[in-house]
């Protein structure tokens, strides 16, 4: 496989992760001094500090119930990064966001996260 194939499997098996609610497998894909920055100011915004953190970040996200739509994955020699749209409704509150979430890959597991958001205030309203 070429660095450009194992960059994409790497996003793929996160995405599939995530969207499946599989905490053991993200873990097994980051290092263990990973961090994940969130924009925002909300419940799950800011900096999350290892790999315990991410994989609790990523169980909080899921619990709001979201829709995880993988729309691409994008890679470079040394990283890749995931565009989502992500969609959720909770009561009267509607969350349609685009994103995009850029991991630096180190020794062929996820060694930093940091997201891109659309829509930073309607975070705020919907992650309360």
């Not at 994409?8 to 993200?26: N, V, Y």
């Not at 691409?72 to 040394?78: A, C, E, G, K, T």
């Amino acid at each position: 496989m070429t660095v450009y194939e194992d960059n994409h499997s790497l996003g793929k098996q996160f995405h599939a992760a995530l969207a499946t609610a599989d905490w053991d497998a993200i873990r097994l894909l980051l290092h263990e001094d990973v961090v994940w920055d969130l924009p925002g100011d909300n419940t799950i915004s800011g900096a999350a500090r290892g790999a315990d953190a991410v994989v609790e970040r990523a169980r909080k996200i899921a619990g709001y119930g979201l829709n995880f739509a993988l729309l691409h994955i994008l890679v470079s020699p040394r990283n890749m990064a995931l565009s989502l749209h992500n969609t959720a409704q909770r009561g009267d509150l509607i969350l349609d966001e685009h994103l995009s979430t850029v991991c630096t890959v180190r020794d062929g597991r996820i060694a930093a996260i940091e997201t891109y958001l659309s829509d930073v205030d309607g975070m705020n309203a919907f992650f309360v």
